[in-house]
């Protein structure tokens, strides 16, 4: 048996490929694709569920948003295909390529006849009949650049002129980019995703708490900068402060769970959707889950979600190398983090936020990049890489010490 230090991990060779391992029938994480599988189905028929009577109303048809969540679906199951198949090592190849490219969408927004306005923010591009949303490509292309700025440094993972500052520079231009569109959230995710893959890198610790001092800092003057942020923040501490305005939102998705109890109204049968919940087809879909299927229901997609980060951080553990151990927690962190913001606003645990539930929520940019970020979890999953059968020599040539 031979191990290895990854970061803040100890990496072993014992019972790789053996019958031990999750993959013993010769494929992928099958836990992880069944769990995958079962939170898009159920996503399915919840978009339909909540949005087919503010579709029949507005379009004319109820099934618009459930025709077009399964083309999204579709689309998605190419790009996991795609992406399960084709080795994530080449992925290295091209992060600073793609990170540029993913400036340049951000960027794109700005622009006039290509960005859309909604619902108070322009982070849209819409090309022909299609519109997306490039930070969910932004956010996916981050952790590959950290994955690979992190293996490339490897031997100066400690000196942060070569390692935190090129994050921070990274950081702060699509903070920038993103201020402007505006966009907090997503701020506030790819922040979070830089840290923690360079707490996990082996980035030195006191350097991770002054980096913690200050963006809690930058935070709070963003907070307090903009009077409508400063008001959810005021709301969240207590909601039924302004339960016509500024609360409206959180009371009613509250009053769906309330309603729910533990088995739920019925598939179909929630009131909360019609009229009362913003976006509940999107930003509030977790909501509808528990309304409609109770306790039950929400507690079983909550668990979905941990499943999905347990099989995550067990593949990032098992990863023959440094950049696949990187790439494969930074796309846990991005999917299960997401999650838990959207949860936690909609259980009013934090302020209003517009986030989309990973695999559920309404919407083909986060369904693509959700899907496509699953797929890349499933390649470095696969047994030739998990079993890899080569000799010490060889690993350590593979791998350098964290």
């Not at 790789?16 to 898009?40: H, P």
């Not at 490039?134 to 994955?147: F, G």
């Not at 645990?349 to 797929?375: D, R």
């Amino acid at each position: 048996m031979t191990k290895y230090r990854y970061g803040r991990f100890r990496y072993s060779t014992r019972n790789r490929g053996s019958k031990k391992s999750i993959n013993y029938a010769g494929g992928f994480d099958k836990i992880l694709l069944i769990t995958v599988g079962i939170l898009v189905m159920t996503g399915i028929v919840m978009v339909y569920s909540s949005s087919n009577a503010v579709a029949r109303e507005s379009l004319g048809t109820s099934y618009h948003f459930f025709k077009m969540q399964i083309i999204w679906c579709i689309l998605g199951l190419a790009a996991m295909i795609f992406t399960a198949f084709f080795d994530y090592q080449n992925y290295a190849k091209f992060a600073r390529f793609m990170l540029i490219f993913a400036g340049f969408l951000l960027v794109m927004v700005y622009v006039p006849f290509l960005g859309i306005t909604r619902g108070g923010g322009t982070r849209w591009i819409k090309i022909w009949r299609l519109s997306f949303q490039p930070v969910e490509i932004a956010k996916l292309v981050i952790v590959i650049y950290m994955a690979e700025l992190l293996d490339r440094k490897a031997d100066y993972v400690r000196n942060y002129k070569l390692v935190i500052m090129p994050s921070l520079i990274m950081l702060f231009i699509f903070s920038v980019l993103l201020y402007g569109q505006p966009d907090f959230g997503s701020i506030l995710i790819i922040g979070f995703l830089v840290y923690t893959m360079l707490l996990v890198g082996g980035v030195r610790i006191h350097h991770m708490v002054l980096l913690s001092g200050i963006a809690l800092l930058l935070i709070a003057l963003a907070i307090w900068q903009e009077p409508y942020r400063l008001v959810r923040w005021t709301t969240f501490l207590d909601p039924w402060k302004d339960k016509e305005g500024a609360g409206y939102h959180i009371i009613q998705s509250l009053y769906a769970f309330g309603s729910g109890g533990v088995l739920g109204r019925g598939l179909g049968a929630g009131i909360q959707k019609l009229h009362y919940l913003p976006t509940p087809h999107t930003d509030f879909i977790f909501a509808v889950i528990g309304e409609e299927l109770g306790f039950v229901g929400a507690f079983s997609v909550v668990m979905g979600f941990m499943i999905i980060t347990w099989r995550g951080i067990h593949i990032s553990l098992s990863a023959p190398e440094r950049f696949g151990a990187l790439l494969a927690f930074g796309i846990t962190i991005l999917i299960g983090f997401q999650a838990m913001l959207n949860i936690a606003v909609a259980t009013g645990s934090l302020p209003t936020k517009g986030l989309t539930l990973p695999f559920m929520s309404f919407g083909g940019s986060s369904m693509l990049v959700s899907m496509a970020s699953t797929g890349i979890l499933l390649n470095i999953s696969r047994p030739r890489n998990l079993g890899y059968a080569g000799t010490d020599s060889e690993m350590q040539g593979r791998s350098k010490a964290w």
